[in-house]
């Protein structure tokens, strides 16, 4: 799977770029806020439809335009598409070779992406949030139909929050509890399933590369935690059952504090090293290692789904990696294959591509392309 080309039309401080990508290392150079991540942003919207900064539609056109377009030309065993993505503040519209997608779900696929970027740094740190994000953009790698059914769950969840906090912490009618409860619990085992299976399966991936990049040094291992009943290999229905059980059971508190309390939004990854939370017990550099290993697994496992390698967009990680860690990204990267956007604010950092035959370096300045040292 590679983009062959990239066009971005008044996208941020992107005015017009019109980027030819090589087959394996695209290494975009630049000072800070210059477009090196704006362009990274373009290819994950091509393949996602949506923004890994969380940014509204208004936000990505450029400053006194009222549009903007990013335009690829994707091949995936040896089917080149043309995708599309234009953007009003009205939202975005894909097209798919030149024809108007409907379907969300005829959009996705032609461009599969991992993103790994200063961000995931933080995983084995932070709260669960960025955990439950890290997950869910790995779930939707594999199966690019969990969008859909995480917004559906999502809508679910702010029906039963706007009735929780509607009613004052005073009891509703039962019936009606009932209803919502149902709505949200199907939703929810389905994201549930999703995210369950993908971690069984990812697991016995991961251990594997974390082992393999730290030379049999580390042991790790990664848990979903979730609501009580939310365990590997339980179907959809057991799931829901469980979910509605908990609805149940904490529907005073919910009521009290005027939101629910239970479910996918509020689940977690637990990481642990030798059986020890990585959170409390972990080294900074055992930290990188994790992370990296997260990463690195995640990529293999859409590779192993798809049979075809996802393009990596790898956004300043360099800089923020140790000594060690970063060569260990570089010697993997070096030999994994596929194709890969590198941003870096010195060349020196990324010791992959030397040659021409390998890399294309470009220069980001204030929104404008052009050709790197290296070129």
Same mark, same amino acid.
């Given at each position: 799977?590679?983009?062959?080309?990239?066009?971005?039309?008044?996208?941020?401080?992107?005015?017009?770029?019109?980027?030819?990508?090589?087959?394996?290392?695209?290494?975009?150079?630049?000072?800070?806020?210059?477009?090196?991540?704006?362009?990274?942003?373009?290819?994950?919207?091509?393949?996602?439809?949506?923004?890994?900064?969380?940014?509204?539609?208004?936000?990505?056109?450029?400053?006194?335009?009222?549009?903007?377009?990013?335009?690829?030309?994707?091949?995936?065993?040896?089917?080149?598409?043309?995708?599309?993505?234009?953007?009003?503040?009205?939202?975005?519209?894909?097209?798919?070779?030149?024809?108007?997608?409907?379907?969300?779900?005829?959009?996705?696929?032609?461009?599969?992406?991992?993103?790994?970027?200063?961000?995931?740094?933080?995983?084995?740190?932070?709260?669960?949030?960025?955990?439950?994000?890290?997950?869910?953009?790995?779930?939707?790698?594999?199966?690019?139909?969990?969008?859909?059914?995480?917004?559906?769950?999502?809508?679910?969840?702010?029906?039963?929050?706007?009735?929780?906090?509607?009613?004052?912490?005073? #009891?509703?009618?039962? *019936? =009606?509890? &009932?209803? %919502?409860?149902?709505? $949200? /619990?199907?939703?929810?085992?389905?994201? @549930?399933? !999703?995210?369950?299976?993908?971690?069984?399966?990812?697991?016995?991936?991961?251990?594997?590369?974390?082992?393999?990049?730290?030379?049999?040094?580390?042991?790790?291992?990664?848990?979903?935690?979730?609501?009580?009943?939310?365990?590997?290999? #339980?179907?959809?229905? *057991? =799931?829901? &059952?469980? %979910?509605?059980?908990? $609805? /149940?059971?904490?529907?005073?508190?919910? @009521?009290? !504090?005027?939101?629910?309390?239970?479910?996918?939004?509020?689940?977690?990854?637990?990481?642990?090293?030798?059986?020890?939370?990585?959170?409390?017990?972990?080294?900074?550099?055992?930290?990188?290692?994790?992370?990296?290993?997260?990463?690195? #697994?995640?990529?293999?496992?859409?590779?192993?789904?798809?049979?075809?390698?996802?393009?990596?967009?790898?956004?300043?990680?360099?800089?923020?990696?140790?000594?060690?860690?970063?060569?260990?990204?570089?010697?993997?990267?070096?030999?994994?294959?596929?194709?890969?956007?590198?941003?870096?604010?010195?060349?020196?950092?990324?010791?992959?591509?030397?040659?021409?035959?390998?890399?294309?370096?470009?220069?980001?300045?204030?929104?404008?392309?052009?050709?790197?040292?290296?070129?």
């Amino acid at each position: 799977m590679q983009l062959l080309r990239l066009t971005c039309e008044r996208f941020r401080n992107l005015d017009h770029v019109a980027l030819e990508a090589h087959p394996r290392f695209n290494i975009l150079e630049g000072d800070n806020g210059q477009g090196k991540t704006n362009l990274l942003e373009a290819i994950y919207l091509l393949a996602t439809f949506r923004s890994f900064r969380d940014a509204r539609s208004a936000e990505l056109i450029g400053w006194g335009h009222t549009t903007a377009l990013v335009r690829g030309e994707a091949v995936r065993r040896e089917v080149t598409r043309t995708i599309a993505v234009e953007i009003s503040a009205k939202g975005r519209r894909a097209e798919l070779d030149g024809k108007a997608v409907t379907s969300l779900s005829s959009f996705f696929g032609h461009l599969n992406v991992v993103l790994f970027g200063p961000d995931d740094l933080a995983v084995t740190k932070e709260g669960p949030a960025l955990r439950r994000r890290l997950l869910d953009r790995a779930v939707f790698g594999v199966w690019p139909a969990y969008l859909d059914e995480a917004r559906a769950y999502a809508t679910a969840l702010k029906s039963r929050n706007k009735l929780l906090k509607q009613s004052g912490g005073r #009891a509703v009618d039962p *019936a =009606l509890m &009932a209803s %919502f409860d149902q709505e $949200l /619990a199907r939703r929810g085992a389905r994201v @549930l399933w !999703r995210r369950l299976t993908y971690v069984d399966s990812f697991r016995p991936l991961f251990e594997r590369v974390l082992s393999d990049m730290t030379g049999g040094k580390l042991e790790g291992d990664l848990r979903y935690v979730g609501l009580p009943g939310a365990r590997e290999g #339980a179907d959809e229905e *057991a =799931l829901e &059952a469980a %979910f509605t059980e908990r $609805l /149940a059971a904490t529907v005073d508190t919910d @009521l009290r !504090r005027g939101y629910t309390t239970s479910g996918p939004h509020t689940d977690d990854l637990d990481f642990s090293l030798a059986g020890r939370p990585v959170r409390q017990f972990a080294s900074q550099g055992q930290h990188r290692a994790f992370v990296l290993a997260l990463k690195v #697994a995640e990529m293999q496992r859409i590779a192993q789904a798809l049979g075809v390698f996802p393009v990596l967009l790898l956004d300043d990680v360099s800089s923020e990696l140790d000594r060690t860690r970063n060569a260990q990204l570089m010697s993997y990267l070096d030999g994994a294959g596929g194709q890969v956007f590198i941003t870096t604010t010195d060349r020196r950092w990324v010791q992959v591509g030397r040659t021409d035959e390998t890399a294309r370096v470009f220069t980001v300045r204030g929104g404008v392309l052009g050709p790197g040292a290296d070129s």
